[in-house]
């Protein structure tokens, strides 16, 4: 199904990835409505589009029923709500532990409350934002989406819950249902200060202010790094299939944690400076995806080289902290 004139929702559409799919689906002409609480995002990540009668910000919950939010008078005369796409979530796996009932609240009980409304509001096309800890600590790597799942946190826990909520509405009541399993996401508007913020962005303000690297762990557990345009691209893709299912989002490559550091260290000009803390609790050692599956059903695959996107993200953070300081 090609996304229509209808409106698209996104959840969590002031954050990072939120706001990133925002820019695209406006460039691309489709009417866009945002529904945040603003705990980890920010207005500023819309200010381009505010005043656009295409776009619209709704302030609300989804630990609610969304049609607390989404009155009537606060939706307006625009087009219906074709498609959802669910990105609001509490992100971290280290936080999930001291927060259980929260977490659970927001990434399980939250993805409830919009497939609910999905069906209240007729909406039948879908696209969640699931998460590389699904897996656990896989021995298979790059790992595929038919791999075994044993996630080590209440917060991959909580997701592949989420998954397994999407395949039950799938099946029941003909929604199209796309799971999209992040790696390791990374670009501009990752906010360092954001605790659950992923490490590129962590590095890259140490960087700026020439303090070292904290590094978890002996540096060695890898990653799969991922730009933030090529998983907005990945988004709009699955938004446009007309099949439901369950996809890995990433790049196929693993990097490992000291050799990212050399990376930023490189696009920032300095020598790398390194500091050894012990590893978190529920952090995995490897992680790699296998993204065969979306590459032949969602015609998706990532164009962003990781040198070219920390280059062009270091870019940006000194940008927006040059600004800051205006």
């Known amino acids: 199904m090609a996304l ?21 689906l406006m460039e691309r002409g489709h009417p866009v409505m945002v529904l945040d609480n603003l705990s980890s995002g920010s207005m500023k990540n819309l200010e381009r589009w505010m005043d656009d009668p295409s776009f619209k910000f709704i302030k609300g919950d989804i630990r609610r029923p969304l049609e607390l939010a989404l009155t009537p008078q606060s939706i307006g005369d625009g087009p219906p709500i ?41 909406t039948k096309n879908m696209v969640f934002s699931s998460s590389a800890a699904v897996f656990g600590d896989t021995s298979k790597v790059p790992v595929g989406e038919d791999e075994v799942t044993a996630p080590l946190s209440p917060y991959g826990l909580n997701k592949l819950s989420s998954e397994q909520l999407m395949r039950i509405y799938s099946a029941q009541y003909g929604l199209s249902c796309k799971s999209l399993r992040f790696f390791n996401v990374y670009g501009p508007r990752q906010n360092p200060s954001n605790p659950y913020s992923g490490v590129i962005s962590k590095f890259m303000s140490w960087a700026l202010s020439s303090e070292p690297f904290i590094i978890y762990g002996d540096g060695s557990q890898t990653r799969d790094f991922v730009h933030v345009r090529d998983v907005a691209e990945a988004i709009y893709c699955a938004a446009s299939s007309p099949s439901s299912g369950t996809y890995n989002i990433g790049t196929g490559k693993e990097t490992s944690i000291s050799d990212l550091t050399r990376e930023v260290a490189s696009a ?12 978190r609790k529920g952090e995995i050692l490897r992680s790699c995806a296998d993204i065969g599956l979306a590459m032949e059903k969602l015609s998706w695959e990532p164009a962003i080289e990781l040198k070219e996107g920390i280059r062009s993200t270091f870019r940006w953070f000194q940008q927006d902290r040059s600004t800051a300081k205006e």
């Open 4 to 24: 229509s004139n209808e409106m698209v929702l996104v959840t969590g559409g002031a954050g990072f990835i939120g706001s990133n799919l925002v820019d695209l």
């Open 268 to 279: 920032a000009g300095i020598p790398p400076r390194t500091v050894n803390m012990p590893a």
């Open 82 to 122: 074709g498609t959802i796409v669910h990105l609001a979530a509490r992100v971290d796996v280290t936080t999930s532990f001291d927060k259980v009932h929260e977490d659970l609240e927001v990434n399980y009980l939250g993805t409830l409350n919009v497939l609910e409304h999905a069906l209240r509001a007729g």
